[in-house]
């Protein structure tokens, strides 16, 4: 079979833009749901900004059926659960939840049940999210929530980066000892254990933008956080109130500016931040790349750095259309095989429901030799803690065909991505569930637990973000220096 152009788009947007998804069918993140009556309409796999009210219970029965409901939905919808998760492993923990199904239940403590699945996954287009019901800004208006923006790390140690609402801490940097008397680390543990993502890692850097919700339902609200904080090489008391603010670090940008933004750090280097391939005007992307490259080109910069690290998705066109066609000089293709289900809405007479579907990616886009506008100099893309999905394709593109060299600080996720993903509301409960259909391998193959790794590996610090972006045009630089040196000695 050849797979057509990858597209990965919300639910909304396919609702919108049908007439364009018929030409690039190969969705990679959201397409129509097999459970129409339960479809779901958001744009990335993280979970729902909502909190659930621990008031109407659930029957152990409603709730034995919801789990049934959840194993059949991922049954129904992943094309190779042991592309990521042992099944065995999944099996049992589904036994587990199940013993535990005996008392009524909130659809909350239901969560606190299944999530727990979400770490077994081990990806972060796969997941049990809490319902629907209960706005978490509206609980911050009412009960307050944590007050702080947190990097999280894979042992539970929790960094603070802001205050809640981004505003600058006087303890950015700290390092959380105790909450409310409770070892913070252990805290930052069992909130890890339900939550997803494809690596220990990724699951960290994605609970630090939740950590309010997460802790919410969880551990409840409390009116004032007595914390304990190592800062600056001293362990300090403070006590702060619950804050009134949603957290905003980790999270994508509303405004297009904080997106979509250029600046020339130096008469030789450029900058161009892309934090989404989720934007719905595609003439304003558009229209910002060819404005970004016509400035790079009279401007006579040599180096671009294009920061992705934010990204964590969107549509494929986005960087296929509006990217590549300055950067590539060779035809490419964003994969190279892959494997799907064919679910319910999308089944033919050649291609039934149920069945699973080997594909070879033979789809290749040339390159536009012919721009006056292609850029000729050495580009990186800066990937990081919140790189995937879509960025994840436009990283192994760049990296595969030599557009670019990739910089970060680790591997945080599998270059072999899942998509096509699936909503699924649990009947009773509500939860909110997320189901890949498909994966595909990177362009130039590997094995599904191969990582996406940087070519030139470099510290990341979430505290002062642009340093990455200084030590790549330094190092530049330095380089430049010394070889200008070398040809005047000679």
Known sequence: MTARPLRHVSTAQWLKKNHKMLGRSF???????????????????????????????????????????????????????????????????????????????????????????NPLFNDAHWSVNLPDTADVAQLAKTQGLFPLELQVRPDGEMLVLAQAGGKKSPWQGAVIQKINGVSAAQ????????????????????????????????????????????????????????????AVIGKTAVSFADNFHYKALNTNAAYMKIGSFDWEDDKAVAA??????????????????????????????????????????????????????????????????????????????????????????????????????????????MQDFGFARLVGEGSYVRSRSTGGIQFYQLPHSKLQIIVPRFWLARPSGGVSAQLLTPDWLLPD?????????????????????????AKTRF
């Not at 199904?101 to 699945?117: H, I, Y």
């Not at 259309?321 to 289900?341: C, E, W």
């Open 187 to 246: 805290i930052g543990r069992e909130l890890l254990a339900l939550r997803h993502g494809d690596t220990p890692l990724n699951r960290a850097n994605l609970l630090g933008p939740v950590f309010q919700l997460f802790y919410a339902t969880k551990f409840g609200t409390p009116a004032q956080f007595e914390l304990q904080l190592e800062y600056q090489g001293k362990v300090q008391a403070v006590t702060l109130a619950a804050s009134r603010e949603t």
């Open 461 to 485: 610090d979430a505290t002062a973000p642009d340093a990455l972006i200084d030590a790549v045009v330094d190092a530049v630089a330095a380089k430049q220096q010394r070889l200008t040196g």
């Open 288 to 397: 910002f790349t060819k404005d970004t490259f016509s400035k790079i080109k009279a401007s006579g910069a040599k180096t671009l750095i294009i920061d992705v690290r934010e990204n964590r998705g969107g549509n494929d066109s986005v960087w296929i259309d509006h990217l590549l066609p300055y950067l590539a000089d060779q035809p490419f293709r964003v994969g190279s095989f892959g494997r799907k289900k064919v679910i319910a809405s999308r089944a033919s007479e050649a291609e039934p429901a149920g069945l699973v579907v080997d594909m070879e990616y033979k789809t290749w886009f040339p390159a536009d030799l012919d721009n006056p506008l292609r850029f000729s100099g050495q580009v990186f893309v800066l990937i990081g803690r919140r790189t995937y999905s879509s960025a994840v394709q436009f990283s192994n593109v």
């Open 27 to 117: 969705v990679l993140c959201c397409s129509l749901l097999a459970f129409t009556t339960s479809m779901q309409t958001r744009a990335n796999a993280e979970p729902t900004t909502k909190v659930t009210a621990k008031t109407e219970l659930l029957s152990p029965v409603q709730l034995q059926a919801d789990l049934a409901s959840l194993q059949e939905f991922i049954a129904a919808t992943h094309p190779d659960i042991s592309h990521s998760a042992d099944p065995a492993q999944l099996q049992q923990m589904f036994e587990q939840i199940k013993a535990q199904l005996t008392s009524p239940m909130s659809a909350a403590e239901f969560w606190l049940q299944t999530a727990r699945l």
